[in-house]
T-cell receptor
Framework: AQTVTQSQPEMSVQEAETVTLSCTYD???????LFWYKQPPSRQMILVIR??????QNATENRFSVNFQKAAKSFSLKISDSQLGDTAMYFC????????????FGTGTLLAVQP | GAVVSQHPSRVICKSGTSVKIECRSL??????MFWYRQFPKQSLMLMAT?????????EQGVEKDKFLINHASLTLSTLTVTSAHPEDSSFYIC????????????FGQGTRLTVV
């Protein structure tokens, strides 16, 4: 079974600084997708960024980028120029490329951006 | 992006009663919908996967007779918590995916259920 591990329960960063959130996963599959979701205090889940396992190039979305290390099964999220609105719970998630297509979430990292 | 509407956002019910939560895809056809449960400061735990027109697939440990899921149309799935007890109090979230191979799942706003 696939598992997703986030080893940092809480992180703090100063506004305008850069922070990296860690995520590792375990799978025997070769075709899969990885995601980072943000859950602000409103509790609405928001997709931050996604990565297809077959792509070697790391995904980037404005201030958000990932470091995808397939062999190490690592998928970290880097947030540049942190903003107060980035304060949220961040979940790493895995989705098989097979028929099940369900999202498996990590335990989350609570990020606090300090003014 | 696509919109998923979940209703109600909050509900309080008495122990022993049933409560229904609706999840609607507003601008796309959701062939697959997912129901999650989230305890405070914890992750989302998948309860079940439902495909339109067929029975839901429940995750291990989830009581299918207690958490009834219906996905009768391509835009609506419902979760009914039957004979609710205080331990069923939680935050329930639905998500939906269209049938066009899109990997992104769109989430509802969630429902906070309190059983008193």
């Amino acid at each position: 079974a696939q598992t997703v591990t986030q080893s940092q329960p809480e992180m703090s960063v100063q506004e305008a600084e850069t922070v990296t959130l860690s995520c590792t996963y375990d799978t025997s599959e070769n075709n899969y997708y990885l995601f980072w979701y943000k859950q602000p205090p409103s509790r609405q889940m928001i997709l931050v960024i996604r990565q297809e396992a077959y792509k070697q190039q790391n995904a980037t979305e404005n201030r958000f980028s990932v470091n995808f290390q397939k062999a190490a099964k690592s998928f970290s999220l880097k947030i540049s120029d942190s903003q107060l609105g980035d304060t949220a719970m961040y979940f790493c998630a895995f989705m098989s490329g097979g028929a099940t297509n369900k999202l498996i979430f990590g335990t989350g990292t609570l990020l606090a951006v300090q003014p | 992006g696509a919109v998923v509407s979940q209703h109600p956002s909050r509900v309080i019910c008495k122990s022993g009663t049933s409560v229904k939560i609706e999840c609607r895809s507003l601008d796309f056809q959701a062939t697959t919908m997912f129901w999650y449960r989230q305890f405070p400061k914890q992750s989302l735990m998948l309860m079940a996967t439902s495909n339109e027109g067929s029975k839901a697939t429940y995750e291990q440990g989830v009581e299918k007779d207690k958490f009834l899921i219906n996905h009768a149309s391509l835009t609506l799935s419902t979760l009914t918590v039957t004979s609710a007890h205080p331990e069923d109090s939680s935050f329930y979230i639905c998500s939906a995916r269209d049938g066009r191979g899109n990997t992104e799942a769109f989430f509802g706003q969630g429902t906070r259920l309190t059983v008193v």
